[in-house]
């Protein structure tokens, strides 16, 4: 099989259920930006804590049923779609190392150990992620969960970058004013 097809040279592709549509196209835009996040993620596994690269495993998987949910205008009962049980999981990680951290009393910047500093920049991939999805959902009919997904994913990203700062001993800053 070749990787390559042609199909896209004029500026459209194939969604899931084989439509064509613009490379331009909200959907297109939301679910490239979610692939856009997992290569990122990608890139910070692994972070040297087991714990926390499981849990970035886990979430690269749920991004890729994310991407094949928001491809599929259609879906049917057997396609992957973005689930409740999915957003659980990650509250679920989010309290786990979160009873791990100092509360916070003031913004942090978005800075810290290599592996911290992809993580909060890929928390700030997986807003932009979410922005595009709800601007989708405003024109087209999506599954609502994708959304609760990416936007309770930011919240675990920013959880997981202030986690690997710590264990890294690195110290958070707070920005001046």
């Known amino acids: ?17 084989m439509s064509r549509v613009s490379k331009t196209s909200a959907r297109i835009e939301a679910y490239g930006t979610v692939d856009e996040l997992n290569a990122l993620l990608g890139t910070v596994r692994p972070t040297g804590h087991d714990d926390v690269d499981e849990h970035l495993a886990a979430i690269q998987n749920h991004l890729h049923v994310a991407q094949a949910d928001l491809a599929n205008p259609d879906p049917d009962e057997d396609d992957p779609v973005v689930r409740d049980e999915h957003t659980e999981e ?43 999805t709800v601007a989708l959902a405003a024109d087209q009919t999506i599954n609502g969960e994708a959304v609760q997904y990416l936007n309770r994913l930011s919240d675990a990203l920013f959880v997981l970058a202030r986690v690997v700062n710590k264990r890294d001993g690195v110290r958070e800053e707070n920005p001046e004013y």
């Open 1 to 17: 099989m070749k990787i390559y097809t042609g199909r896209g040279d004029e500026g459209m592709t194939d969604l899931r259920d």
């Open 90 to 132: 990650l509250e679920a990680m989010i309290d786990s190392f979160d009873d791990e951290l100092d509360p916070l009393e003031q913004f942090i910047l978005p800075t810290g150990s290599e592996k911290g500093s992809r993580l909060h920049h890929a928390r700030t991939v997986c807003r932009r992620a979410e922005r595009r």
